[in-house]
């Protein structure tokens, strides 16, 4: 039985890694640290980058249905964001404040516009909660290893986040490039995910393996931790910290693959 986060769970979970997200970089003995996972920011950078992000769901989430996203006019306020830790965290905090306050107000089925129009997922504010939490959860995670205490996304988080990372980033009617394949995803929590590339795109399935099922049908496979899982498909941590079997090339061409180009 796959576990769906509630829009209720989605809010308050936000509010837990963006507490953990603050902490960290309280923590951090220099906000000119240069970031693990993007050398080309420092924490201040990363900081301000992330909250510009979490401005931006919010006005997408505000404008409603629409075409495209709201112009940077709507958002863009805090680019002169204090280099004083105290104000840089408190402006983060405001951030989220009114993201929550924002999501809040217009619940979990106000229609918006969304970049993942090819996917399963919704055109909601439902999805853009979903994607504000794992995005907050994995750019906890790389504060976390810049200041030397990378800690694993919670399992609960973890589990809905790769099933995220494919139903919403992965799943597409845009057609594969390449020869047709299928990759299966195992979670040790014990949730499976199968992947089929085609020319009809990638579709999704959960997967309930059975004892002695003849896994010839499968071209690749990765078995982790949900949060080894989440890291691995935002490119934190390499293929090799996983168990995997079968056609390694299958994941580096996805790993490159864009379907909007």
Request: glycine fraction near 6%; hydrophobic fraction near 40%.
């Amino acid at each position: 039985m796959y576990e769906v986060l509630t829009f209720v769970d989605q809010l308050r979970l936000i509010n837990e890694r963006s507490a953990a997200f603050r902490a960290a970089v309280a923590a951090a003995p220099d906000l000119d640290a240069q970031m693990r996972t993007h050398p080309e920011r420092t924490l201040f950078d990363h900081v301000r980058h992330v909250g510009m992000g979490r401005r931006k769901a919010a006005a997408i989430v505000t404008a409603g249905p629409a075409d495209a996203p709201p112009d940077e006019s709507a958002w863009g306020g805090g680019m002169d964001t204090s280099r004083e830790r105290e104000e840089l965290l408190a402006w983060w905090v405001e951030s989220i404040d009114h993201l929550e306050s924002v999501l809040r107000e217009a619940g979990p089925d106000r229609g918006c516009w969304t970049w993942w129009a090819d996917s399963p997922s919704p055109q909601t504010s439902g999805a853009w909660a979903r994607r504000q939490l794992h995005e907050i959860a994995v750019h906890t995670y790389d504060v976390q290893l810049t200041v030397g205490s990378p800690q694993p996304i919670p399992r609960r988080i973890a589990l809905d986040g790769f099933d995220d990372c494919q139903y919403t980033l992965c799943a597409t009617t845009v057609a594969w490039p390449h020869d047709p394949a299928i990759v299966d995803y195992h979670a040790t929590e014990g949730r499976s995910w199968r992947l089929r590339l085609s020319h009809d795109g990638a579709q999704v399935t959960h997967r309930k393996p059975t004892a002695g099922e003849d896994l010839d049908t499968t071209d690749a496979s990765a078995r982790g931790t949900a949060s080894d899982l989440v890291l691995f498909f935002y490119g934190r941590i390499p293929l090799e910290s996983l168990e995997f079997d079968g056609d390694r090339r299958i994941f580096d061409q996805l790993a490159v693959w864009d379907p909007s180009v």
